[in-house]
């Protein structure tokens, strides 16, 4: 059983485009997160959502836009895509509790050309 | 703000020799720490986590580290390394606030050679 599923795993697409890349968990936390990985591996948090709702946001640029249906899924879209925005975007659970550890989905990979 | 700091890029260590990963962070309250390790084409795994009591912590795979509040350290160590423990490993402080939002360090990529 995966706690934290991301889907697709690897996203190839070309710049313009609009993508999205959807996160599941199971593990019945109530926050979820995403997070981009750049070329040099650096982990940046880009949103969080608890219950829904958005709590973190970090100067991402608007043509990102996380959307959560319910505490289980945190799905991102992303608008004209360009060249930059590739990097790998993980998708993390974690209770709304400060005294845990987040969980990580497998990552998606997204080469826009 | 809080940080993180790596300040090794890249450590290559002889199968069976022993390691430790440097970690130092920036931040003003009691902080939560954490190793993930991320093997290549993979998620971040949790190696272990400091939240308080004892400042040394054990976890998964023979890893350990120690939180050093005087130093600002938090330091990742394994007695014996094994070719497969070869990945890149994270350091991580959670911010304050009502969310677990982390901040990692830079990364340190471990080479093990046979």
């Known amino acids: 059983d995966t706690a934290v599923s991301q889907t697709p795993k690897y996203l190839v697409t070309q710049m313009g485009n609009d993508k999205s890349i959807k996160c599941e968990q199971n593990l019945g936390h109530d926050t979820m997160y995403w997070y981009k990985q750049d070329s040099k591996k650096f982990l940046k948090i880009m949103f969080s959502y608890n219950n829904k709702e958005l709590i973190i946001n970090e100067t991402v640029p608007n043509r990102f836009s996380p959307k959560s249906p319910d505490k289980a899924h945190l799905n991102l879209h992303i608008n004209s895509l360009e060249l930059g925005d590739s990097a790998v975007y993980f998708c993390?659970?974690?209770?709304?509790?400060?005294?845990?550890?987040?969980?990580f989905g497998q990552g998606t990979r997204l080469t826009v050309v | 703000a809080q940080s993180v700091t790596q300040p090794d890029i890249h450590i290559t260590v002889s199968e069976g020799a022993s390691l430790e990963l440097r970690c130092n962070y920036s931040y003003g309250a009691t902080p939560y720490l954490f190793w993930y390790v991320q093997s290549p084409g993979q998620g971040l795994q949790l190696l272990l986590k400091?939240?308080?009591?004892?400042?040394l912590v054990q976890g998964i795979k023979g890893f350990e580290a120690e939180f050093k509040r005087s130093q600002s350290s938090f330091n990742l160590r394994k007695p014996s390394v094994h070719w497969s423990d070869a990945a890149e490993y994270f350091c991580a402080v959670v911010a304050s606030g009502t969310a677990s939002k982390l901040t990692f360090g830079t990364g340190t990529r471990l080479q093990v050679t046979l």
């Open positions: 400091y939240f308080s009591g004892d400042t």
């Open positions: 993390a659970s974690s209770p709304f509790d400060r005294n845990t550890e987040a969980f």
